[in-house]
């Protein structure tokens, strides 16, 4: 689970390229395809001639997959850092970007489900559950763009920098293998590694020794997308063999989601000198080496990102030559560009209704709609004066109408979204309580009717969907608060209840709902003040250091529940550090064995049940109020080819390879065959 996702390649594909096979096969998969009237005809006309004479109809080839090309995608974000496993580069911009470059041991697909990925590892073996151990096998091919093998030095440095140093969990001990070497070549373990790690002396190849890096890894919070420290943690020995080409991982106790490790691997020999924070401000050709198949071959910060094929990619090349991704202000400047051809693929991170009409309403292009696997929480502090008991965060969550406020904020986006029913999963989600996925229809299919809104969840909801007056004034009463009239309330010593909410002014979903919750608290005889924050990751901060009694935080789900650790648990360390997310300063020793527990259960059935008890006690305790599940939308262009969405907002180039531009039948780029 991350707080929106990640690589690229034909073979590398192979297990699920089914799902990516092309604009049809997505929409008929992902979502509800929205196409205005008068859109097909002009894609048709774009694609294909026909004529009619004496009654005989004629159709010509219609335009098809080009080779070659230029495809552009706008976005509304600017990639921050050039590692996007540290608190500068682990943003959405950045795994966005970095996806079809930097290689990853699993990907999360569109179907969101961990699958590994065939180009960088031919097996990944759970061969052992007592100790769990795991086997890759890295693919013999598989080389960085500066010709140096992708090896076990890798996946090896990328463990000792991600398993941090702080925190209950403490430091991993000493585990008989070192540090790769600046010149790439792997570690050499003795054998006796694997089952004595505290005693074993390394013997390592005579090559320098890299410079000091930070040991402990800092990781973001609302932004990350699954920050496994605790899974790092739990490795006890890692073994290269077969000349760097396997590497052995054993886990000192289960760790169900071992999947979740070795995301966006960065060249070791790289980092080795510059150290794993490299002080860079947007992602980097110098740094960010690929082992995919395109390479970053120009950046204009703040600007644009030019992608142009690896020429060291091992398998099947792409068809586009280059993917330029370019950083518009906003979802405006979005739309602007879609209709003036300046980019031929959008995906905004929020829009308005504005945004959608304005791509809805242009015949050239095409729009699909989804639920993405992020959903907004007001998030409170535990630890706050105002907020620490119990029942006033409960009368906090009376008294805010969950109903009207989604229908105000994203209702009119996506008509299936309820009041959230789940502290760890997106609505869209497997995991999600009781989940009953709404049937697929998509417009032109026979049987189409367009969904109405409706005020019922798909889940037995376990808060009530609207503000409950009554419920807010027994238990403010309760506490000795008094209300006069429609003032404010108060306790007998004159103070009245007043909270601080840090807010994300960046993220137009965040800033909409923070002025209805202030609305709607103010009406209930709450006083709330705004507390402006640059970024989610800044608005946690403010609620952890006590700078805000609450904060309004999109928290960005995965396939990985045992993320919940970093959300809701201080075993990770002080929020911020060591992968801890933890920004309500949360510490209940039920639910931290709960999850632990969990965490540790290798048949996701044994652990769905704890998972189901943690979220139960986390609405008994209130830590957070989930809110709804945020919707997605990207747009392009008729004259593209299998563009697809993916319901992980990063997640859009996971799988360029299926991307072309399309071509008259007698170009001399059309795709032979």
């Given at each position: 689970?991350?707080?929106?996702?990640?690589?690229?390649?034909?073979?590398?594909?192979?297990?699920?390229?089914?799902?990516?096979?092309?604009?049809?096969?997505?929409?008929?998969?992902?979502?509800?395809?929205?196409?205005?009237?008068?859109?097909?005809?002009?894609?048709?006309?774009?694609?294909?001639?026909?004529?009619?004479?004496?009654?005989?109809t004629?159709?010509?080839?219609?335009?098809?997959?080009?080779?070659?090309?230029?495809?552009?995608?706008?976005?509304?974000?600017?990639?921050?850092?050039?590692?996007?496993?540290?608190?500068?580069?682990?943003?959405?911009?950045?795994?966005?970007?970095?996806?079809?470059?930097?290689?990853?041991?699993?990907?999360?697909?569109?179907?969101?489900?961990?699958?590994?990925?065939?180009?960088?590892?031919?097996?990944?073996?759970?061969?052992?559950?007592?100790?769990?151990?795991?086997?890759?096998?890295?693919?013999?091919?598989?080389?960085?763009?500066?010709?140096?093998?992708?090896?076990?030095?890798?996946?090896?440095?990328?463990?000792?920098q991600?398993?941090?140093?702080?925190?209950?969990?403490?430091?991993?001990?000493?585990?008989?293998?070192?540090?790769?070497?600046?010149?790439?070549?792997?570690?050499?373990?003795?054998?006796?590694?694997?089952?004595?790690?505290?005693?074993?002396?390394?013997?390592?190849?005579p090559?320098?020794t890299?410079?000091?890096?930070?040991?402990?890894?800092?990781?973001?919070?609302?932004?990350?997308?699954?920050?496994?420290?605790?899974?790092?943690?739990?490795i006890?020995?890692?073994?290269?063999?077969?000349?760097?080409?396997?590497?052995?991982?054993?886990?000192?106790?289960?760790?169900?989601?071992?999947?979740?490790?070795?995301?966006?691997l960065?060249?070791?020999?790289?980092?080795?000198?510059?150290?794993?924070?490299?002080?860079?401000?947007?992602?980097?050709?110098?740094?960010?080496?690929?082992?995919?198949?395109?390479?970053?071959?120009?950046?204009?910060?703040?600007?644009?990102?030019?992608?142009?094929?690896?020429?060291?990619?091992?398998?099947?090349?792409?068809?586009?030559?280059?993917?330029i991704?370019?950083?518009?202000?906003?979802?405006?400047?979005l739309?602007?560009?879609?209709?003036?051809?300046?980019?031929?693929?959008?995906?905004?991170?929020?829009?308005?209704?504005?945004?959608?009409?304005?791509?809805?309403?242009?015949?050239?292009?095409?729009?699909?709609?989804?639920?993405?696997?992020?959903?907004?929480?007001?998030?409170?502090?535990?630890?706050?004066?105002?907020?620490?008991?119990?029942?006033?965060?409960?009368?906090?969550?009376?008294?805010?109408?969950?109903?009207?406020?989604?229908?105000?904020?994203?209702?009119?986006?996506?008509?299936?979204?309820?009041?959230?029913a789940?502290?760890?999963?997106?609505?869209?989600?497997?995991?999600?309580?009781?989940?009953?996925?709404?049937?697929?229809?998509?417009?032109?299919?026979?049987?189409?009717s367009?969904?109405?809104?409706s005020?019922?969840?798909?889940?037995?909801?376990?808060?009530?969907?609207?503000?409950d007056p009554?419920?807010?004034?027994?238990l403010?009463?309760?506490?000795?608060?008094l209300?006069?009239?429609?003032?404010?309330?108060?306790?007998?010593?004159?103070?009245?209840?007043?909270?601080?909410?840090?807010?994300d002014?960046?993220?137009?979903?965040?800033a909409?709902?923070?002025?209805?919750?202030?609305?709607?608290?103010?009406?209930?005889?709450?006083?709330?003040?705004?507390v402006?924050?640059?970024?989610?990751?800044?608005?946690?901060?403010?609620?952890?250091?006590?700078?805000a009694?609450?904060?309004?935080l999109?928290?960005?789900?995965?396939?990985?529940?045992?993320?919940?650790?970093?959300?809701?648990?201080?075993?990770?360390g002080?929020?911020?550090?060591?992968?801890?997310?933890?920004?309500?300063?949360?510490?209940?020793?039920?639910?931290?064995?709960?999850?632990?527990?969990?965490?540790?259960?290798?048949?996701?059935v044994?652990?769905?049940?704890?998972?189901?008890?943690?979220?139960a006690?986390?609405?008994?305790?209130?830590?957070?109020?989930?809110?709804?599940?945020?919707?997605?939308?990207?747009?392009?262009s008729?004259?593209?080819?299998?563009?697809?969405?993916?319901?992980?907002?990063?997640?859009?180039?996971?799988?360029?390879?299926?991307?072309?531009?399309?071509?008259?039948?007698?170009?001399?780029?059309?795709?032979?065959?």
């Amino acid at each position: 689970m991350s707080r929106p996702g990640s690589g690229p390649g034909l073979a590398r594909r192979a297990a699920y390229a089914a799902a990516a096979l092309g604009l049809a096969g997505g929409a008929a998969t992902l979502g509800t395809l929205l196409r205005p009237p008068g859109a097909a005809r002009a894609i048709a006309a774009a694609s294909a001639t026909t004529t009619t004479t004496a009654g005989t109809t004629t159709t010509t080839n219609p335009w098809v997959p080009g080779i070659n090309g230029t495809m552009t995608v706008g976005i509304d974000q600017a990639p921050t850092g050039c590692n996007p496993n540290t608190a500068s580069g682990d943003t959405w911009a950045d795994r966005l970007v970095l996806a079809p470059v930097l290689p990853s041991a699993f990907q999360i697909n569109g179907n969101d489900q961990p699958v590994y990925d065939a180009a960088l590892i031919t097996q990944a073996e759970l061969q052992s559950t007592s100790p769990e151990t795991v086997v890759y096998t890295i693919n013999p091919k598989a080389v960085w763009s500066d010709g140096r093998p992708v090896t076990a030095a890798d996946f090896i440095y990328t463990w000792r920098q991600e398993r941090g140093t702080t925190g209950p969990l403490g430091p991993v001990p000493p585990t008989g293998t070192t540090a790769p070497s600046a010149t790439g070549t792997p570690p050499v373990a003795t054998p006796a590694t694997a089952t004595t790690p505290a005693t074993a002396t390394p013997t390592t190849s005579p090559t320098p020794t890299p410079t000091a890096v930070p040991p402990t890894t800092v990781l973001p919070g609302a932004t990350g997308t699954t920050g496994p420290a605790v899974g790092y943690r739990q490795i006890t020995s890692m073994k290269a063999g077969n000349h760097g080409r396997t590497v052995t991982v054993v886990f000192k106790t289960p760790y169900a989601d071992w999947q979740s490790l070795f995301d966006d691997l960065l060249p070791a020999h790289v980092l080795a000198k510059t150290g794993w924070n490299p002080a860079c401000t947007t992602v980097s050709p110098a740094i960010d080496l690929s082992a995919g198949p395109y390479v970053i071959s120009k950046v204009v910060p703040g600007q644009e990102i030019v992608l142009t094929r690896n020429p060291r990619w091992w398998e099947q090349q792409p068809t586009l030559a280059r993917i330029i991704v370019r950083i518009a202000s906003g979802p405006t400047q979005l739309a602007q560009w879609l209709a003036n051809g300046t980019v031929d693929v959008a995906l905004p991170t929020a829009y308005s209704a504005h945004y959608l009409q304005a791509v809805t309403s242009q015949p050239a292009l095409v729009s699909q709609s989804q639920l993405s696997t992020t959903f907004l929480q007001l998030e409170f502090s535990t630890t706050s004066p105002a907020t620490a008991p119990v029942d006033v965060r409960q009368a906090i969550a009376h008294a805010i109408n969950r109903q009207a406020l989604l229908n105000s904020v994203v209702g009119w986006a996506d008509s299936s979204i309820v009041p959230a029913a789940s502290h760890l999963f997106s609505q869209t989600q497997s995991g999600y309580p009781s989940h009953k996925p709404p049937p697929l229809q998509v417009s032109g299919q026979p049987g189409y009717s367009p969904t109405t809104a409706s005020g019922a969840s798909p889940t037995a909801t376990p808060f009530p969907a609207t503000a409950d007056p009554a419920a807010t004034s027994r238990l403010l009463t309760a506490l000795g608060y008094l209300r006069l009239g429609s003032g404010p309330w108060t306790l007998p010593t004159g103070k009245v209840l007043s909270l601080r909410m840090a807010v994300d002014t960046a993220d137009p979903w965040t800033a909409q709902t923070a002025a209805i919750i202030v609305r709607q608290l103010g009406a209930a005889g709450i006083t709330v003040s705004l507390v402006a924050a640059p970024d989610a990751q800044a608005a946690g901060v403010d609620v952890s250091a006590g700078r805000a009694d609450m904060a309004l935080l999109p928290m960005h789900s995965s396939p990985y529940p045992s993320q919940a650790i970093s959300w809701y648990t201080p075993l990770l360390g002080a929020p911020g550090s060591g992968g801890s997310q933890d920004w309500s300063n949360f510490d209940n020793p039920t639910v931290n064995g709960l999850l632990e527990k969990a965490s540790q259960e290798l048949n996701p059935v044994d652990a769905a049940p704890i998972y189901t008890q943690v979220d139960a006690l986390l609405w008994q305790d209130m830590v957070g109020l989930p809110l709804f599940a945020q919707p997605s939308t990207l747009a392009w262009s008729g004259l593209t080819s299998g563009v697809t969405p993916n319901p992980n907002g990063p997640g859009l180039l996971w799988s360029p390879q299926n991307w072309a531009m399309r071509v008259p039948p007698t170009s001399p780029d059309t795709q032979a065959g």
